[in-house]
Antibody
Framework: QIQLVQSGPELKKPGESVKISCKAS????????MHWVKQAPGKGLKWMGW????????TYADDFKGRFVFSLEASASTANLQISNLKNEDTATYFC??????????????WGQGVMVTVSS | DIQMTQSPASLSASLGETVTIECLAS??????LAWYQQKPGKSPQLLIY???SLNDGVPSRFSGSGSGTQYSLKINSLQSEDVSIYFC?????????FGAGTKLELK
């Protein structure tokens, strides 16, 4: 069955970096784009951007340009999110989500379980 | 950016009731609208895509409708397991914005 399994929770200090992973299984990894979504505690969902898993090209939403990097380990069917120079406001749960392209639309049909990143001094 | 205005922010209903959640886009999104259900401590789950297409395995009491800028999610015969937060999302244009969510509780 199709699964996206993310890495475990992280506790970091301001200014540090974190790399979280999203390992896909049950489908051909390079056939589907991977998106990243942020959810701050008690808040809604915010789309961060996506990575083309065939070419490796990332696209970032404006609020996530600069300190955020999407990358792949395609041989391991894994997408990664790295956040550098962490700030308190990066405290959130980060989800990866697979995008399926239909004939007329696309949608996020499978999601990882989420990674809670806590930034605190 | 396309703004998604979701209403109501919270909703209390009784078992067996029918509830409706609405989403208003700031411009025409040509039915490129999905609805997700998120239970506490869990990841969002896709309910509806392309405004009215039911995702595999989703109970038929869920339905979506709308076009242009106005969309709605209807839940018929509310069940206890439907207590969740519901989000709409437009995937017509980047950035793929979400509504702020509707928290559905049992009365």
């Amino acid at each position: 069955q199709i699964q996206l399994v993310q890495s475990g929770p992280e506790l970091k200090k301001p200014g540090e970096s974190v790399k979280i992973s999203c390992k896909a299984s049950g489908y051909t990894f390079t056939d589907y784009a991977m998106h990243w979504v942020k959810q701050a505690p008690g808040k809604g969902l915010k789309w961060m951007g996506w990575i083309n898993t065939y070419t490796g090209k990332p696209t970032y939403a404006d609020d996530f340009k600069g300190r955020f990097v999407f990358s792949l380990e395609a041989s391991a069917s894994t997408a990664n999110l790295q956040i550098s120079n962490l700030k308190n406001e990066d405290t959130a749960t980060y989800f990866c989500a697979r995008e399926t392209m239909g004939i007329t639309t696309s949608y996020f049909d499978y999601w990882g379980q989420g990674v809670m990143v806590t930034v605190s001094s | 950016d396309i703004q998604m205005t979701q209403s109501p922010a919270s909703l209390s209903a009784s078992l067996g009731e029918t509830v409706t959640i609405e989403c208003l886009a700031s411009e025409d999104i040509y039915s490129n609208l999905a609805w997700y259900q998120q239970k506490p401590g869990k990841s969002p789950q896709l309910l509806i895509y392309y405004a009215n297409s039911l995702n595999d395995g989703v109970p038929s009491r869920f339905s979506g409708s709308g076009s242009g800028t106005q969309y709605s999610l209807k839940i018929n015969s509310l069940q206890s397991e439907d207590v969740s937060i519901y989000f709409c999302q437009q995937n017509y244009d980047s950035p793929y914005t979400f509504g702020a969510g509707t928290k559905l509780e049992l009365k």
